[in-house]
């Protein structure tokens, strides 16, 4: 199956050309503010690489967020014009598991992390099952990194330019009890491969993006930051401390049946 597949969700633009897992051509690169100006040049260059038309793919892939306002509209924008001309179907996928892609096959709990616009951060928890599948653990979530660290209730790799500019915060906010590993350099940013291939998988379900697609903003309001402030505690951070105590409890579920399991086979 061959798609063309789209990142746009950071101010590094990611474009690439996939037959299947084989990736037929690609190109980054940092597009801070021009991501309208680069995506349909970098599109046309790839199909000349690659001597394909729009025509003669099979599917179209995009990340939807979180991330970019600006920068998601163009990506999704571009990609739903595509759509409308070729007739294709188009898979979203949400920017913070197509990051859980670039280390696929990884046993650790993953912590993909991204710079929101007002000085917090994006992010969400997964982990590669056994069998090859991508579980989400916790949906995405926009906080400080305080509230980071209290969603984590055991080791986990963390990785993307928010904890690159947010490591020491984060670390400080992670209880002494919880291992933080870091990932790999070439897993740091949103890479279109990996969208494409997270992407491919939704193809293949046939779960296409619907007509009144809009991009994933997982954004809080001002009102709730005013709130936070004054010394309250908004209905989203409410709400998210409630989903961490959720995701600790299942954790802790999901470990003690690990444990059960090793005990059973020795």
């Known amino acids: 199956m061959k798609i063309l597949a789209v990142d746009t969700a950071t101010s590094w633009q990611s474009v ?8 037929l051509a690609r190109h980054d690169q940092d597009a801070a503010g021009s991501h309208a100006k680069l995506l349909l ?3 046309d260059r790839l199909f000349r690489e690659t001597g394909l038309t729009v025509k003669q793919l099979d599917g179209l892939v ?25 007739r294709l179907p188009l898979a979203v996928v949400p920017t913070l598991e197509g990051m859980a892609w670039n280390l ?13 616009r007002r000085g917090e951060l994006y992010w969400a928890l997964f982990r590669w099952t056994s069998d090859d599948r991508l579980e989400r653990v916790l949906s995405e979530q926009v906080g400080t990194p305080n509230m980071l660290g209290s969603s984590l209730s055991e080791s986990a790799l963390l990785f993307g330019e928010g904890w690159t500019v947010e490591e020491s915060a984060i ?7 919880i291992t933080v590993s870091e990932a790999p350099e070439s897993s740091m940013k949103p890479s279109a491969v990996s969208i494409g291939q997270a992407g491919l998988e939704r193809l293949r379900r046939g779960e296409y993006a619907g007509v009144g ?11 709730e930051l ?13 709400r998210q401390e409630r989903v961490a105590r959720k995701v600790n409890a299942r954790l802790a579920t999901a470990r003690g049946r690990r444990e059960k399991g090793k005990s059973g086979t020795r």
Do not use: H, W
């Not at 670390?171 to 009890?177: D, F, G, L, Q």
């Open 16 to 23: 690439a050309i996939l037959d299947d897992s084989r990736v």
């Open 226 to 238: 005013k709130y936070e402030e004054s010394g309250g505690i908004s209905p989203v951070a409410l």
């Open 41 to 43: 040049p970098t599109i």
């Open 213 to 223: 697609m809009s991009p994933l903003y997982v954004q809080r309001t001002a009102a």
């Open 104 to 116: 696929r096959g990884t046993s650790t709990l993953l912590c993909p992390i991204l710079n929101s």
């Open 171 to 177: 670390r400080a906010s992670i209880s002494p009890t």
């Open 62 to 86: 995009v990340s939807i967020g979180p991330g970019s306002f600006t920068g998601l509209r163009v990506g999704l924008a571009t990609l739903l014009g595509f759509r409308t001309i070729s």
